[in-house]
């Protein structure tokens, strides 16, 4: 079993910053992609940036130039530097992994349980 945890949101002002983080744990071999999703009230869900293990990332055009997503490997986690935040990024910001079992090398796509982040003055 494989679990992501989120940590790091809030609230803050229009043109705040906050880090998001989540953390893999469990019987991981290994993850390839990873991303953050976000699903505002009466919306769906949509992808707001993701990385590859190698560290290849893109982004929504909504988050390009504002947002940066990073990984480390090592500590099987994912960050996202949120910049110039705008009340249109109010959201759950849900994390995301594809990764493969340690007991049975299958991939399994897994979620977090998500965190809110407020923009809000």
């Known amino acids: 079993q494989v679990q992501l945890v989120e940590s790091g949101g809030g609230l803050v002002q229009p043109g705040g910053s906050l880090r998001l983080s989540c953390a893999a744990s469990?019987?991981?071999?290994?993850?390839?992609?990873m991303g953050w999703y976000r699903q505002a009230p009466g919306k769906q869900r949509e992808l707001v940036a993701r990385?590859?293990?190698?560290?290849?990332?893109n982004y929504a055009d909504s988050a390009e130039g504002r947002f940066t997503i990073s990984r480390d490997n090592d500590k099987n986690t994912v960050y996202l530097q949120m910049s110039s935040l705008k009340p249109e990024d109010t959201a759950v910001y849900y994390c995301?992994?594809?990764?493969?079992?340690?007991?049975?090398?299958?991939?399994?796509?897994?979620w977090g349980q998500g965190i809110q982040v407020t923009v809000s003055s």
């Open positions: 995301n992994a594809q990764v493969i079992v340690q007991t049975n090398l299958l991939q399994l796509e897994v």
């Open positions: 469990g019987d991981i071999f290994k993850i390839f992609l």
């Open positions: 990385i590859s293990r190698g560290g290849s990332t």
